[in-house]
Nanobody, 115 residues
Framework: QVQLVESGGGLVQPGGSLRLSCVSS????????MAWYRQAPGKERELVAGITSAGITNVADSVKGRFTISRDNAKNTVYLQMNSLKPEETAVYYCYSRIVSNIEWGQGTQVTVST
């Protein structure tokens, strides 16, 4: 079973930046599709950004131009760089991995955007 451990969350002011990291325990990390989701209080979990094993990325329209997803296969790590954060982006951010039908989630990291 693959374990995902997120870090990098915290409190940031509106307009600020954070970089989230997610380390995978898989020895085959490079072939996994990875993504970041978020879930705000009272809302459904939503896709923020994804990156394929080939490095092809996609990001939600709401974060396009502000958030960037990347991966370092040598470190078994996927990143989410978040810039110009907004208060409404306060949420728990989850790391996600998938290969074929095998899906794993991290435990989540809290991001709070507030003054």
């Amino acid at each position: 079973q693959v374990q995902l451990v997120e870090s990098g969350g915290g409190l940031v002011q509106p307009g600020g930046s954070l970089r989230l990291s997610c380390v995978s325990s898989s020895r085959s990390f490079s072939i996994y599709m990875m993504a970041w989701y978020r879930q705000a209080p009272g809302k459904e979990r939503e896709l923020v950004a994804g990156i394929t094993s080939a490095g092809i990325t996609n990001v939600a329209d709401s974060v396009k131009g502000r958030f960037t997803i990347s991966r370092d296969n040598a470190k078994n790590t996927v990143y989410l760089q978040m810039n110009s954060l907004k208060p409404e982006e306060t949420a728990v951010y989850y790391c996600y991995s998938r290969i074929v039908s095998n899906i794993e989630w991290g435990q989540g990291t809290q991001v709070t955007v507030s003054t």
